[in-house]
């Protein structure tokens, strides 16, 4: 079983500024609830019972609203005091953790049953999964690229194809995956365009599963109103 997520929510946010220009994206409204509420809601009911999380921009308004704990689930953070990139929050908040843990984008959501995917985490004896959804618009989303039991290949930005597996920004880590990397605390780097790749240079072992249930990004303005649409609706 899986009990720490990891979010990643040190993001500036800039594309969605326009329409939430006062808040951390992970804070913006959906449904009069902060996004990251959804969230943290979703993965409680499928197990998840301590959240760190990765903040930086305006923390103090996730940290004060939050708190140590929600719902039933405690809550640490990890606070950038300057921006360190998805790939440096990652690495700061994972650096006591021993065991398998989930990482999320704290600005996205897919939706997957973590036990089975936990399961194929295990039956492939992958040391880092990941979650796919598929897509037509790579001008956005990152390309993977797997061979036909699975296993990731390569995982590409601004790549030009009609349709394929993208990176669904859901993750099941085991430690020995930033173990072997040797990043420091600190360390300014992407977990999509350096970490990741990285990994897979230096022989680390990573799968994808395909998620076919309901994807969102609220990244750009669009999909932000979209997301009340998308989000469960957890009375």
């Not at 600190?186 to 994808?208: H, M, Q, R, T, W």
């Not at 249930?213 to 009340?228: Q, T």
């Amino acid at each position: 079983m899986v009990k720490t997520a990891i979010i990643l929510a040190g993001g500036l946010g800039t594309r969605l500024r326009e329409v939430v220009p006062n808040l951390p994206k992970p804070m913006a409204l959906i449904r009069n609830r902060p996004f990251l509420e959804h969230q943290m809601d979703y993965w409680i009911d499928q197990g998840i019972d301590n959240f760190i999380l990765s903040v930086g921009y305006l923390n103090d308004l996730i940290i004060n609203h939050f708190g140590n704990c929600y719902k039933n689930a405690s809550i640490e953070y990890a606070i950038e005091s300057e921006p360190l990139g998805t790939g440096g929050g990652l690495i700061l908040a994972a650096k006591n953790l021993k065991e398998t843990f989930l990482v999320l984008n704290g600005d996205t959501f897919i939706e997957l049953d973590l036990n089975l995917f936990f399961q194929h985490h295990i039956n492939n004896s992958s040391e880092l999964t990941i979650a796919l959804f598929n897509t037509t618009n790579f001008e956005r989303y990152m390309k993977v690229d797997m061979s036909p039991n699975g296993e990731v290949l390569s995982l590409k930005s601004n790549e030009i194809q009609s349709n394929g597996f993208a990176n669904g920004g859901a993750y099941l880590f085991d430690p020995i995956v930033l173990n072997l990397l040797k990043y420091k605390n600190g360390a300014k780097l992407s977990l999509e365009d350096d970490l990741l790749p990285n990994f897979i240079s230096n022989g680390g072992v990573i799968y994808g599963q395909e998620c076919k249930g309901n994807f969102i990004d609220i990244g750009l303005p669009r999909d932000y109103y979209e997301a009340k649409y998308i989000l469960p609706n957890k009375k």
